[in-house]
């Protein structure tokens, strides 16, 4: 049973930092993509960042302000959220796929944890 677990999150002002993790367990860490989208009230769940190797990939909208990473020792995935904007306003989700990361639509990761609240205030 493959799980990933979300943590961090919370509330932030404009312009502040947060920062997310993401514990997976039940997969072979190292051969899968590891990946963060969000969605925003009333809105589709987007893509965010992904990341296998030393391959990383960005959405535009977070590019330059969100950077995402692995602990490959921890079975961890991080995102540091910087120069945060009240857009930035969802839930986050940590999803996983067995495959390359350069895939951004929710349908090519098959697994996915249960979300973070993240909440920027202007």
């Known amino acids: 049973q493959v799980y990933l677990v979300e943590s961090g999150g919370g509330l932030a002002q404009a312009g502040g930092s947060l920062s997310l993790s993401c514990a997976a367990s039940g997969l072979t860490f190292t051969s899968y993509s590891m990946a963060w989208f969000r969605q925003a009230p009333g809105k589709e769940r987007e893509f965010v960042s992904s990341?296998?190797?030393?391959?990383?990939y960005y959405a535009d909208s977070v590019k330059g302000r969100f950077t995402i990473s692995r602990n490959y020792a921890k079975n961890t995935v991080g995102l540091q959220l910087n120069t945060l904007k009240p857009e930035d306003t969802a839930v986050y989700y940590c999803?996983?796929?067995?495959?390359?990361?350069?895939?951004?639509?929710?349908?090519?990761?098959?697994?996915w944890g249960q979300g973070t609240q993240v909440t920027v205030s202007s």
């Open positions: 990341i296998r190797g030393g391959s990383t």
């Open positions: 999803a996983a796929r067995d495959g390359l990361p350069t895939r951004y639509d929710v349908k090519d990761y098959a697994y």
